[in-house]
């Protein structure tokens, strides 16, 4: 049963122009969602997060929008660099002192830049 | 500057060989966390631990055993080491504070033969 969905496996985009990455998770117990960037033999590194109690939290160039009532979650970046280009997944977690904090990933998006 | 360090960046192993690897982070993190990372699978989280000696299991723990006697030390333990347990494996820590984030280590990339 995966409760974190990222239904794109890889997204293409032109440098300068918008990257858009997407999420959905299935678990109303999760408040808290982070997105996490992976260059290949490497470990994933933290992006930005957002709390359920917001709806938009920016970071430079990376937007993180939460749509509760859709149980959706999307990532912006602008504009994209080849840098960026990298996997990145979506994490959520329900808050409260049992979590400890445990992350459910989702699959992952491969994004690519092109110069 | 957290660091969270693996004991191997590769690793090849026989079928039902005993396997460990090691995770350290010297950022006095009482949370630490094992996850596997397969294509099209995401990260899985294998066990976690919140303190010294205390364990948890994860989402997928079948085969798979965990050590903590330190608190900067975690191990994760193959008992019998079987070729559908090749993948990257990531090593995780956090403060125990709700929201904080998790900080990984570079990964073991496991070949079982």
């Known amino acids: 049963d995966q409760q974190v969905k990222q239904n794109s496996p890889s997204l293409s985009v032109q440098e300068g122009r918008i990257s858009i990455l997407n999420c959905d998770y299935t678990?109303?117990?999760?408040?808290?969602f982070l997105w996490y960037k992976k260059y290949p033999a490497e470990g994933p590194t933290f992006l930005i997060s957002i709390s359920s109690i917001k709806d938009k939290n920016e970071d430079g160039r990376f937007t993180v929008f939460l749509n509760k009532s859709a149980k959706h979650l999307s990532l912006h970046i602008v504009p994209s660099q080849p840098g960026d280009s990298a996997v990145y997944f979506c994490a959520a977690s329900p808050s409260g002192g049992t979590s400890y904090g445990k992350l459910t990933f989702g699959q992952g998006t491969i994004l690519t830049v092109h110069p | 500057d957290v660091k969270v360090t693996q004991s191997s960046r590769y690793l090849v192993k026989r079928t039902g060989e005993k396997v460990f690897l090691e995770c350290v982070q010297d950022?006095?993190?009482?949370?630490m966390f094992w996850y596997r990372q397969d294509p099209g699978l995401g990260l899985r989280l294998i066990y976690f631990?919140?303190?010294?000696?205390?364990?948890e299991k994860g989402d997928i723990p079948e085969g798979y055993s965990v050590s903590r006697e330190k608190k900067e030390r975690f191990s994760l333990i193959l008992e019998s080491a079987s070729t559908n347990q090749t993948s990257m494996y990531l090593c995780?820590?956090?403060?125990?504070?709700?929201?904080?984030?998790?900080?990984f280590g570079p990964g073991t990339r496991l070949t079982v033969l």
């Open positions: 995780a820590s956090k403060w125990a504070g709700v929201g904080d984030t998790q900080y």
């Open positions: 678990n109303s117990m999760f408040d808290y």
């Open positions: 631990s919140y303190d010294v000696k205390m364990k």
């Open positions: 950022m006095d993190h009482e949370n």
